[in-house]
């Protein structure tokens, strides 16, 4: 059962860093390779925060993404928006350096060391028949409320609709009077924004170091890929999916813990080539 | 109301327009009639201004359009229908009808294209790539009129519908002219255009090569459709 809950909290990051992804891709066609470093910027904003400033983990769990969120979007309109008439691998380079670049400008400054971070809860909550971190039984929580709002907005509200059409297809989206290009900057920022959540969310339960987005983020992609790629819902369920997953596999056959994602999605790929929940349309 | 001058344009290096000149008054209903490859869809894309690379003069009202983006025509007056029906698999049909921004002095509400368009009432909500081709048609159509375009540029509306449907889009065109607004249509079926249009420009290689009325559509129709290849 505890490895259950567990596997549910590291679905929980899982789940929310592919939601990012999977709006920033079906928005922009881009495939974010800076996602985990923006990921790791929310850990380490929360920790020089709190160290530096003293600020508190509740409102660095506010103010954190916020941040993050502006400069996502500022990346958009200064870099991203530049090569959106080109091939989309000049994006993939672009985001790829990005990230390199953030990574390494942490690690001149702080290492490779991980950094502490106090958990601002350290009771536990009884189940009964264990007990479990009231940390981790928060994150869970938090993170399936985020993920809902999220469906729920896209699903039932105008703006919805408009990143929908936008995302299936912007042209046409355009000759039908949307302004098209001023919704890119803000659903990037988003995409970012939940990136830095999941990282200050990340940051008392594990490792805050330079590397640690870099390391999820190729779990990510493999989550992305299984759920289809730009399928929100399938991005958010293959996250929690494979969190338990792994969780499972890591109790029963540990040695395959961690290549289980990647066999996951190979078998995907080969039966469904457009993921779990993707449309075939995706790719044309 | 519409006047489109010179107008070229290409694909890389292939030329798909050749200096195009029409013009369509208000409250008139005018076809551009040609074979396939004429330049038909890349004439309407590009008045649309969602052909990248085009030169010449496009403009409405008597102002210039060129440098406008294509959601910024729409705020002109000017609405699209192209020709593979622009459905979205992620959009139901209601969502299909919400989506539009509403830009001229006379959008449709959602009742009057219910009214109107019975069928699309019946499956308001599924997605719209789920409809037949003729529910297709109309819903493609029914989204314009909720923008309250004054000028619809219709890429060939009655491809592949049952003539049940091609009569029914017929109707369709008729109460929209009779509203006031203005159509240019795309179209193969010379018989059906000559029931619907005031007049038509023949489009070949690019350019137009001829303009005809009702009468010289009917007492052409034979070598017409020969040219169409029909």
New interface residues.
């Given amino acids: 059962m505890q490895h259950i809950f567990n596997g549910l909290v590291s679905g929980s990051f899982l789940a929310m860093l592919a939601l990012g992804l999977a709006v920033i891709f079906g928005m922009l066609g881009v495939v974010n390779f800076a996602h985990g470093a923006f990921y790791m910027l929310g850990a380490f904003g929360a920790y020089l925060l709190l160290t530096e400033w003293g600020v508190n983990y509740w409102v660095a769990l506010a103010a954190v993404p916020v941040a993050l969120g502006l400069f996502g979007a500022l990346v958009e309109r200064v870099l991203i928006r530049r090569l959106s008439a080109l091939d989309p691998l000049y994006n993939f380079l672009l985001t790829f350096g990005l990230a390199l670049l953030l990574q390494d400008l942490v690690r001149r400054e702080y290492g490779v060391q991980s950094q502490p971070y106090t958990s601002p809860l350290t009771a536990t909550v009884d189940f009964g028949l264990f007990t479990y971190p009231a940390y981790q039984v928060m994150v869970l929580g938090i993170s399936l409320v985020v993920c809902l709002a999220v469906w729920l907005v896209l699903s039932k509200t105008r703006l919805g609709v408009i990143v929908r059409a936008a995302t299936e297809r912007p042209e046409l989206t355009r000759a039908l009077g949307i302004d098209v290009g001023r919704y890119v900057a803000p659903m990037f920022g988003f995409g970012v924004a939940l990136a830095g959540f999941a990282g200050v969310l990340a940051a008392p339960m594990r490792a805050v170091n330079p590397l640690m987005g870099g390391d999820l983020i190729i779990t990510v992609f493999a989550v992305v890929v299984i759920g289809g790629l730009g399928s929100i819902f399938g991005s958010v369920t293959a996250g929690f999916a494979i969190g338990l997953i792994t969780a499972l596999a890591n109790l029963y056959v540990p040695t395959l813990s961690q290549t289980i994602v990647f066999i996951l999605m190979a078998a995907v790929l080969l039966w469904r080539p457009a993921g779990l929940f993707g449309r075939e349309e995706a790719f044309t | 109301m519409l006047s489109v001058e010179n107008l070229s344009a290409w694909y890389g290096q292939a030329r798909a327009l050749n200096e195009v000149s029409l013009d369509v008054a208000a409250g008139e209903v005018v076809t551009i009639v040609g074979r396939n490859g004429a330049g038909k869809s890349t004439l309407l894309r590009s008045i649309?201004?969602?052909h990248p690379k085009t030169t010449g003069t496009v403009s409405l009202d008597g102002k210039p359009v060129d440098r406008l983006?294509?959601?910024q025509r729409?705020?002109r007056g000017l609405g699209?229908v192209?020709d593979d029906r622009?459905m979205?698999?992620?959009?139901t049909v209601q969502?299909h009808l919400?989506?539009?921004?509403?830009?001229g002095p006379n959008p449709w509400p959602l009742e009057r294209v219910y009214e109107t368009f019975p069928n699309l009432a019946d499956r308001r909500g599924s997605a719209g790539t789920r409809l037949s081709g003729g529910e297709q048609q109309m819903l493609a159509i029914a989204?314009?009129l909720r923008?309250g375009a004054r000028l619809l540029l219709c890429d060939e509306p009655t491809e592949g519908l049952s003539p049940l449907f091609v009569a029914r889009i017929g109707e369709i065109l008729r109460e929209v002219k009779e509203a006031g607004v203005t159509v240019l249509l795309i179209e193969q079926n010379v018989h059906f255009a000559a029931t619907v249009a005031d007049r038509h420009y023949l489009l070949a290689e690019g350019r137009v090569v001829d303009r005809l009325d009702n009468d010289q559509v009917r007492s052409r129709e034979h070598e017409l459709l020969d040219y169409l290849g029909i």
Avoid: F, I, K, N
């Fill in positions: 649309m201004g969602l983006a294509p959601h729409t705020r699209y192209p622009g979205y698999a992620s959009l969502e919400l989506l539009p921004r509403a830009v989204r314009v923008m």
